[in-house]
Structure formats: C-alpha cells, structure tokens
C-alpha cells in the first residue's frame, strides 16, 4: 500500500469508531489514530490525508473555520458523518457527506478511489473532473467551473460510475427511471444530450460518455 498516505478519525473515542479504526487499519495497512478534536496540527504537508470527522465532534466552530484552508488542500478529502449541520459543510471544497451510522463498503470505496486517483494522477492533468455525487455537481479541475447537474443526471452519473462497462439503453431506462418497460428513446438521448453539451470540450466527438456498438459507456479513467 501506499507509503506517503493519512488517515485521522476525528470523534469521539467510542466502541464503533475504535471498530471503525481497526478495520481500516487492517484494510489499508496503516496505523490510524482517533483525535477527539479538530485542529490545525492534524493537517499533514506533502501528504495524501483523509479525515473521517465524526457526527458530534466539539469543535465544529474551528473545522469550519478552517474551511477556506482546507479547500485548498489538494491531496487531502474529508467525509464527514452528517452531522446536524452539515449543510455548512457543503462549503468546504473536499467534503464528502455520508449518512450516518457508516456505510462502511460505501467509506473503504470512496477512500480507495480518492488514494488510487492521487497516485495515478499526481503531477498529471489526466484527471478533467471531480464528482460530487452528493452534492449533484462536477467541478472542471482545470477551470474549477462547478458544473451543475439535474436529478436524473446525477442518478445516471452514479449507475455509469458503479456499472464501469457498456450498458444498453433498455438497461439505463429500468435502473435510472426505474421503468420496466422500455421508454421512448428520446428520452434517454435527451439527457445523453444535455450531459454531453456540459462535460466534452467537443459534444459531437465525445471522447468520456462514448457510445459503443447500441450501448453507452462512461469512461471513469480518463473522466476521474
């Protein structure tokens, strides 16, 4: 595993985040430790760092005034376990919000995916996109344009990302709509539309949400 990686739970020291940390632990290979306050001095310089802050830490106050600080760090990523403000999270640029008590498979997916994509993109401007899938947008990391996203383009960005190949239309229309029969087509090719028109630099020659044979593909690698 990563040498150059943080992970910090920031809670209160309770049985579940003491379960919580070992898993990790165990997961990731690392040593964690479990601080029961924020502050300045947890930030790591030079350092992939993840901080899982817990619904009821007591400074609140200080995390969120630090916000501006943390915004700009771009190796580090924060879930945050929805707390009863956690609307005033939704200001600092790296927070994800989960529900609260942890999903865990949904934590461990979300940390390897941010660790992987720092490795294979550090240095690099690969990477186009960040998802922001809770808070239904996609920020252009060159420009740092927050692009916004409808219902239904959001629920589809998700199925694409988690499904990682082809899917036909008739597919698409069930699990995004939630239709078992097929729909008009027009529909379908009215969000593909819309969301090609909003992330390719050129809509008529896509080159992330691509169309193989009669299905769609959405490609992460390059997209994320």
């Known amino acids: 595993m990563l040498q150059n990686f943080n992970i910090t739970i920031v809670a209160k020291y309770t ?20 601080m029961g306050n924020f502050s300045s001095f947890i930030l790591k310089r030079n350092t992939m760092q993840v901080l899982i802050v817990g619904p009821e830490i007591k400074s609140k106050l200080v995390f969120l005034k ?9 190796f580090l990523k924060i879930y945050v376990l929805k707390p009863k403000n956690y609307e005033k ?18 934590l461990f997916l979300g940390i390897s995916k941010f660790l992987d994509k720092r490795i294979n993109h550090a240095g690099s401007s690969q990477a186009k996109f960040d998802y922001r899938s809770d808070q239904s947008i996609i920020i252009n990391i ?27 239309k008739s597919e698409i ?3 995004v709509w939630s239709h078992h029969k097929e729909l008009d087509t027009h ?13 390719e630099r050129d809509p008529k020659k896509p080159k992330f ?10 490609d992460c690698v390059n997209m994320f």
Not at 66 to 74: D, F, I, R
């Open 66 to 74: 630090a916000s501006p600080k943390l915004s700009q760090m771009e």
């Open 142 to 168: 060159k420009s740092k344009k927050k692009i916004k996203l409808t219902e239904l383009e959001n629920k589809f960005l998700s199925y694409m990302i988690s499904i990682k190949e082809p899917v036909s």
């Open 187 to 199: 529909t379908l090719q009215s969000l593909i539309y819309r969301l090609r028109n909003k992330i």
């Open 15 to 34: 049985p579940e985040f003491k379960d919580l940390k070992k898993k990790l632990e165990i997961f990731f290979n690392t040593n964690i430790e479990i």
């Open 89 to 106: 999270f939704r200001s600092i640029e790296n927070v994800n919000i989960l529900e609260y008590p942890i999903v865990i498979t949904e």
């Open 173 to 175: 229309l069930l699990r």
């Open 209 to 218: 949400l691509i169309t193989v044979g009669k299905k769609y593909f959405l």
